[in-house]
């Protein structure tokens, strides 16, 4: 029997062949090295097939050569020193880029932002206004205030002075048919006192009860299935009192649910026939001939809310005359002036229903933020060629007729009767009225539109009797206002020699200038030529300028006298620094909006002042008897003959006080700034006249 094999030794010692050295060398550089794929022996007691198999398996890649760890070699380990982080250059353009394009941006919206904005506003009113013509009520439209739902506001309120206590609120709605069983209402009350909790308005309590106002309405479109209609509306706010605040309410009643809504609310202050001697200050921002660019318009609108912004901490430019809960400027709501005083042309075409919407209504109401609001500033109106509504309905110049307008006058007629050839009828086509803001103060608004003879000899007529009355007499600074300038300088040429238009100022210039002036008048306020001038003209010059039809036709003499401006040179300017001959002041200021007159087309030679292709707006800051500004008045006195001082002129003479009285001085500062330019100053005055007061 053959003797057992003895068991296998698997150790490495006896299978020591080139191939077990080659797997325990693993040198890619040996002789010998294996192939990649290959049978191995290994060793397994658990193994099916004995203590020794063989197991095909692949080997693990090598690394080369270049690529293995070596142990560092002591000697240079000790030597070698840490590097320092290499510099990142991409990092620090990487901070810079933001920067510099958070730079550009704000370059390039500072620069192109303006016309974006005007571009934006000009879209949003025109959409308004197609929205209702198109009768959108598509409910997704609401929050961009595009639904035209039934009996919804076409157009904001806005405030028309009507007269000495009177006040008209004008809104327009689109169709509003009796089935809906809606109704609109108007509601007013003084507010007065400290601040009160549950109030409308912060800081003011009511002084009284709600009082339901008159509305009345005119349906100036009717509505169909393919066009939005027009009704306007205009609530007579009367028997108001001076130096007060007033709120007043539009109400939206359901007749069905006898639901009422308060939709708008608003508060104004209110300076007609105001009888308080104590010292106060009145400011009017004043504007002409915005026509059809409401883009300039909502400019001016701005520039002048910044005016007033920048003069409201000074005592002086602080209104004063406001209860004495709102006297310290950091309480009082107060932030836009008393009133704005618009001398025409609001719009282009007033036959054109959307001008009356997009360019003037929605930049006074709808303009944004830190542009004056309409709803809380009363607007005295002087109607322009522009304006001139031939039926005499006046629906969006005032929402009533010119006879509502003058109610003292009207009961004169009744009382005396009118020259032959004139009656009540002649009337009712003109907005001319009177207005006094304080009690030393007068305003007479005229219509330079009238086209009868007729017509034009009532107003004439009027201006007689108004002159004549304790109000205008009693008066210390006298203003008129009237659309188409007496004296124009700048007009397009052609328009001027060959198309007539020369002759549009004739009538204001003939018959109504010389009865003002004659009366005491100290300033005319003009608009109608798109560009700015102020002049004086001495009471002695008027009948001369009045009478002649053009600047070449004025007689020698006087012209000669308008050159020489000797009331700048006189005795008065050169020890005091004011001008003291009689006279009137005139300024023209119609530079709100419309095509800037550039052509010279006459050359009067008693203007100061004459400024072409600037688009502009004024502003008169006026004050009764207040120290501050009879300090300002007397600093302007001492510049006299100095760069850039401001003219004092009083045109009207001195009065006299009795024993009990003390003289006063009442003063009216006038400014014209750029409505572009930063707003640069073109022209500054101030027109002064004494008042007596009781002691």
């Known amino acids: 029997m053959p003797a057992p094999l003895s068991r296998l030794d698997t150790s490495s010692a006896l299978l020591d062949t080139p191939a077990q050295r080659a797997l325990r060398t693993r040198s890619p550089h040996s ?71 958070a730079l550009v941006a704000l370059l390039v919206w500072s620069r192109f932002s303006p016309p974006i904005i005007d571009f934006l506003y000009l879209t949003r009113f025109k959409l308004r206004d197609h929205a209702h013509n198109a009768q959108w009520t598509y409910l997704l439209l609401f929050p961009f205030g595009l639904r035209a739902s039934p009996c919804s506001l076409r157009k904001q309120p806005l405030l028309f002075v009507r007269g000495e206590r009177q006040v008209a609120v004008v809104w327009e709605t689109n169709g509003c048919p009796s089935s809906t069983g809606k109704q609109w209402r108007a509601r007013w009350v003084k507010g007065a006192g400290e601040r009160r909790a549950g109030t409308a308005m912060p800081g003011l309590a009511l002084a009284g009860r709600w009082k339901d106002a008159v509305v009345k309405t005119e349906t100036v479109v009717e509505e169909t299935d393919e066009l939005g209609g027009r009704i306007v509306y205009t609530a007579l706010l009367d028997g108001l009192e001076g130096g007060e605040m007033y709120q007043y309410e539009l109400v939206l009643v359901d007749n069905a649910s006898h639901r009422t809504s308060t939709l708008i609310r608003h508060s104004f202050p209110w300076v007609g026939g105001y009888t308080s001697s104590q010292p106060t200050a009145v400011h009017i921002a004043c504007l002409a001939d915005n026509q ?101 309905r006046n629906v969006y110049s005032g929402g009533v007729s010119g006879a509502n307008l003058r109610a003292e006058w009207e009961e004169h007629l009744a009382r005396d009767g009118m020259e032959e050839g004139i009656s009540l009828a002649n009337s009712e086509r003109g907005i001319y009225h009177s207005f006094s803001p304080h009690q030393r103060m007068r305003f007479l608004v005229l219509d330079s539109n009238l086209p009868t003879e007729a017509e034009q000899a009532a107003q004439e007529r009027w201006v007689e009797w108004e002159v004549e009355r304790r109000e205008w007499r009693e008066a210390s600074l006298r203003v008129v206002v009237v659309h188409t ?129 600037v688009h502009h707006a004024g502003w008169m800051a006026v004050s009764f008897g207040d120290t501050a500004a009879s300090k300002e008045v007397d600093r302007a006195m001492q510049r006299r003959g100095k760069k850039k001082a401001p003219t004092v002129f009083r045109p009207n003479p001195p009065r006299r006080c009795r024993g009990m009285e003390e003289l006063v001085r009442d003063v009216i500062e006038w400014r014209s700034v750029s409505v572009y330019d930063g707003g640069k100053e073109l022209d500054r005055v101030f027109i002064v006249a004494e008042s007596c007061t009781s002691l």
């Open 485 to 613: 300038a007496p004296w124009i300088e700048w007009w397009d040429r052609t328009a001027w020699t060959k198309g007539g238009e020369s002759e549009w100022s004739s009538y204001v210039r003939r018959c109504l200038i010389p009865l003002v002036a004659r009366s005491g008048a100290s300033l005319i306020l003009s608009g109608h030529s798109h560009a700015y001038t102020r002049g004086f003209l001495p009471l002695s010059l008027v009948p001369s300028f009045a009478a002649a039809p053009n600047s070449s036709a004025v007689p020698a003499l006087a012209r000669a006298a308008a050159l020489e401006r000797s009331w700048e040179r006189s005795t008065s300017v050169r020890e005091r620094g004011v001008v003291e001959d009689e006279g009137v002041v005139l300024i023209t200021f119609g530079g709100a909006g419309g095509t800037l007159d550039e052509d010279r087309v006459e050359d009067w030679g008693f203007m100061s002042r004459s400024v072409s292709g």
């Open 31 to 101: 002789a010998t090295a294996l192939p990649r794929n290959m049978l191995y022996r290994t060793a397994s007691s658990a193994s099916l097939a004995g203590d020794s198999a063989f197991v095909a398996t692949s080997l693990p890649p090598l690394p080369l050569l270049e690529n293995r760890s070596r142990p560092p070699s002591p000697v240079k380990a000790a030597s070698t020193k840490p590097l320092s982080r290499p510099p990142r250059p991409n990092r620090r353009r990487r901070q810079v880029a933001p920067l510099a394009l």
């Open 292 to 392: 059809y660019n409401l883009r300039v318009f909502r400019r001016a609108l701005l520039r002048l809310s910044s005016l007033y912004s920048s003069l409201s901490s000074s005592t002086y430019f602080h209104p004063s005359f406001l209860p004495r809960s709102f006297t310290p400027p950091a309480s009082s709501p107060h932030k836009r002036p008393h009133l704005l005083l618009h001398a025409g042309d609001a719009v282009q075409n007033p036959h054109d229903l959307a001008q009356w919407q997009t360019d003037l209504w929605d930049p006074l109401t709808r303009g944004g933020a830190g542009v004056m609001a309409g709803q809380s500033t009363p607007m005295v109106l002087a109607r322009g060629n522009h304006d001139w509504d031939s039926t005499g």
